[in-house]
């Protein structure tokens, strides 16, 4: 007599089958199970058979340790609808599904950062920050205010602070817009095609998706690395192109993301987002309006940052190389009439 696994197990099992593992050096073991099932929402009946069946881990067997970036992807495309991952990506198919309109509209909102340093002993009380700066200028936006403790010195591509080993807080107050753009170019077109149907959208560790060569190996990308790999690609082919990082305005906090942002065959500058259509294919709809969009146009959800692609929104430290622990909040603003 033949038995099938249950379910809910097949789910986990076909997830794990079609996972690319972080490789090293870049793989970090360091969440435990306890973490590992609070993220997956699973049990260690589940995480055993996983564990059994090829999850990635180290450490002797009942304390076992994972990569963070693993058992996000694991969960983000289990189909269990019960992950933490696939909670935050069903932010990004409901933006998806939504009004079009809705993406264009101009929209309010406070956002709040605070960063502490993760390491007090290693930086010895340096109180220089430097914090990412939004420019919601670029499609529309702009910022109406903004405060901070210490107050920050506004620089071309950044937010300086100093006077405070931590922790800092800053807060903008500052309206979004979106705009639709209409791409003309085949080859840029080609390029989405070929980011979106022959890589697997991951969450990676921002040095490996730095890695283009060893995205190309693995077949894998983020956002940001799928940007840099578009961005090559328009350097080959003389197209001008920017990777851009951006924040994603989600339920509560920013969510990291990025872009390309290229000169089409108009002269027009337009933004390429195939992190976002990847994100809105995770629930198997297709919705057309949505990946049209991200060819070219740019959502109200979404803040350009100053500068190229970096691992962080906030360093601290002589050159930055001091670890800040980071904690984002977003809010909308009810608009007046």
């Known amino acids: 007599m033949t038995t099938t696994a249950p379910r809910s197990d097949q789910l986990w099992l076909d997830s794990l089958a079609a996972l690319i593992p972080v490789p090293a050096p870049y793989r970090r073991a360091d969440q435990s199970r306890a973490t590992v099932s609070t993220t997956l929402r699973c049990d260690d009946r589940t995480l055993d058979l996983l564990i059994r069946e090829g999850l990635p881990c180290e450490g002797p067997e009942g304390a076992e340790r994972f990569d963070g970036h693993d058992i996000y992807n694991l969960g983000l495309y289990s189909g269990t609808r019960r992950s933490l991952p696939e909670y935050a990506a069903h932010f990004v198919t409901r933006l ?15 956002l709040r950062l605070r960063a502490g340093c993760g390491d007090p002993a290693r930086c010895a009380g340096e109180d220089r920050w430097r914090v990412v700066k939004p420019v919601p200028e670029a499609y ?4 109406r205010q903004l405060s901070g403790h210490p107050p920050p010195e506004v620089t071309a591509t950044s937010l300086e602070v100093t006077g405070a080993p931590g922790p800092i807080e800053l807060t903008w107050r500052l309206t979004t817009a979106g705009v639709r753009r209409t791409l003309l170019s085949g080859r840029l077109r080609e390029l989405m095609r070929w980011l979106v149907e022959d890589f697997r959208f991951q969450s990676l560790p921002f040095e490996l998706a730095s890695d ?18 578009m961005e090559e690609e328009c350097r080959r082919l003389g197209i001008p192109a920017q990777a851009r990082r951006t924040v994603l305005l989600g339920v509560m906090s920013f969510l990291n993301h990025g872009r390309l942002e290229c000169v089409d065959e108009d002269g027009v500058e337009k933004a390429l987002d195939p992190g976002l259509c990847s994100f809105a294919r995770l629930d198997g709809t297709d ?16 803040i350009p940052l100053a500068g190229p692609p970096r691992p962080a929104l906030a360093t601290h430290g002589p050159d930055g190389g001091c670890p800040a622990e980071v904690d984002t909040r977003v809010s909308r603003e009810d608009r007046t009439p």
Do not use: Y
Request: glycine share 12%; with cysteine.
């Open 96 to 110: 998806a599904r939504a009004d079009p309109a809705t993406w264009l509209r101009p929209l309010d909102w406070t």
């Open 140 to 143: 529309g936006g702009h910022v």
């Open 212 to 229: 283009t060569a060893r995205l190309r190996q693995l077949g894998t990308a983020d956002c940001v690395g799928g940007s840099l790999l």
């Open 287 to 302: 919705r057309p309006d949505f990946e049209e969009f991200c060819h070219g146009s740019t959502s109200n959800r979404l």
